[in-house]
């Protein structure tokens, strides 16, 4: 059981998602899943919020379509605690620059992402076109989250090397592979990474890549460590990657695993600041 530890305050969760479920839209949501198969909306995560005094989160995509991008736009009009959204954009698309510039120009979007991990050629994220797309991203003040699994680590590292001026920031530490205790080469490429000071790490998503049945603290301890260590805790972010975590956690005992982890100095850096830091946000 972890031990209670009070917040620092005005926490922000720097990586969390909504959804109106449906079958065709959420297909990555599998038969193990069954948890998640349904909605999940701001009304749903406020009182999850005011209970673990959170002041406020980023809203990530989880469908590679700009209707979704535009409908959290409007979630973030209308809920003060989203303090920034996490889009989808066609990078590869050769019409971005038309289609980008009025979406940046609503102040919620702070950054892009792509699902890397999705993509059949485990080095899409050096392909010519994808990365003409993340040059556009700079001059509009945007960020870019990196979602890879831990094979795509090299490819990573030569792809950020050609944006040595654009913030990134990599989700759910590049998903090692917790569940059979294996730290290496992800500890390597992770402090090699690490190097490049144009980089921010989230601390979200171990628990779907432990054993979400069966996991613990003591379990999460290297990989959390090694992140600590690449990082800093000026580089590195809570994120509760809810409604996702619900399959082992709730969201309560997760903020609470990642204080566990943290020393008193460092908790108010890897939950408020650093987010604040790396999407630009106001602070709270």
Same mark, same amino acid.
């Given at each position: 059981?972890?031990?209670?530890?009070?917040?620092?305050?005005?926490?922000?969760?720097?990586?969390?998602?909504?959804?109106?479920?449906?079958?065709?839209?959420?297909? +990555?949501?599998?038969?193990?899943?069954?948890?998640?198969?349904?909605?999940?909306?701001?009304? /749903?995560?406020?009182?999850?919020?005011?209970?673990?005094? %959170?002041?406020?989160?980023?809203?990530?995509?989880?469908?590679? /379509?700009? =209707? =979704?991008?535009?409908?959290?736009?409007?979630?973030?009009?209308?809920?003060?605690?989203?303090?920034? %959204?996490?889009? +989808?954009?066609?990078?590869?698309?050769?019409?971005?620059?038309?289609?980008?510039?009025?979406?940046?120009?609503?102040?919620?979007?702070?950054?892009?992402?792509?699902?890397?991990?999705?993509?059949?050629?485990?080095?899409?994220?050096?392909?010519?076109?994808? /990365?003409?797309?993340?040059?556009?991203?700079?001059?509009?003040?945007?960020?870019?989250?990196?979602?890879?699994?831990?094979?795509?680590?090299?490819?990573?590292?030569?792809?950020?090397?050609?944006?040595?001026?654009?913030?990134?920031?990599?989700?759910?530490?590049?998903?090692?592979?917790?569940?059979?205790?294996?730290?290496?080469? +992800?500890?390597? /490429?992770?402090?090699?990474?690490?190097?490049?000071?144009? %980089?921010?790490?989230?601390?979200?998503?171990?628990?779907?890549?432990?054993?979400?049945?069966? +996991?613990?603290?003591?379990?999460?301890?290297?990989?959390?460590?090694?992140?600590?260590?690449?990082?800093?805790?000026?580089?590195?972010?809570?994120?509760?990657?809810?409604?996702?975590?619900?399959?082992?956690?709730?969201?309560?005992?997760?903020?609470?695993? %990642?204080?566990?982890?943290?020393?008193?100095?460092?908790?108010?850096?890897?939950?408020?600041?650093?987010?604040?830091?790396?999407?630009?946000?106001?602070?709270?």
């Amino acid at each position: 059981m972890i031990p209670p530890t009070t917040p620092p305050s005005g926490v922000i969760d720097a990586h969390q998602h909504f959804w109106r479920y449906s079958a065709a839209e959420y297909a +990555w949501i599998d038969d193990s899943m069954e948890a998640l198969r349904r909605d999940f909306l701001p009304d /749903n995560l406020a009182p999850l919020l005011a209970a673990c005094g %959170v002041a406020g989160v980023v809203s990530v995509q989880a469908r590679q /379509n700009l =209707e =979704e991008t535009a409908w959290l736009l409007d979630f973030a009009r209308h809920h003060a605690f989203i303090r920034g %959204v996490v889009g +989808w954009v066609p990078l590869v698309d050769p019409q971005l620059p038309e289609l980008l510039t009025p979406l940046a120009a609503d102040k919620g979007l702070v950054g892009v992402r792509h699902v890397i991990q999705g993509e059949p050629d485990d080095d899409f994220i050096l392909r010519e076109d994808f /990365n003409a797309g993340i040059r556009a991203l700079r001059p509009l003040g945007l960020r870019y989250d990196i979602l890879i699994g831990e094979r795509h680590l090299p490819q990573t590292i030569r792809f950020v090397d050609r944006h040595p001026d654009q913030v990134f920031i990599l989700d759910h530490i590049a998903k090692p592979r917790i569940r059979e205790r294996i730290l290496s080469p +992800w500890r390597e /490429n992770i402090l090699e990474l690490a190097k490049r000071p144009n %980089v921010y790490c989230k601390l979200s998503g171990l628990i779907t890549e432990a054993d979400p049945a069966n +996991w613990s603290p003591a379990g999460l301890a290297p990989y959390i460590d090694t992140v600590l260590e690449a990082f800093g805790p000026r580089r590195l972010m809570f994120g509760s990657d809810w409604p996702v975590c619900l399959l082992g956690v709730t969201y309560a005992r997760w903020l609470s695993c %990642v204080l566990g982890a943290l020393s008193a100095t460092e908790r108010q850096r890897v939950c408020s600041a650093t987010a604040i830091e790396a999407y630009g946000l106001a602070s709270v």
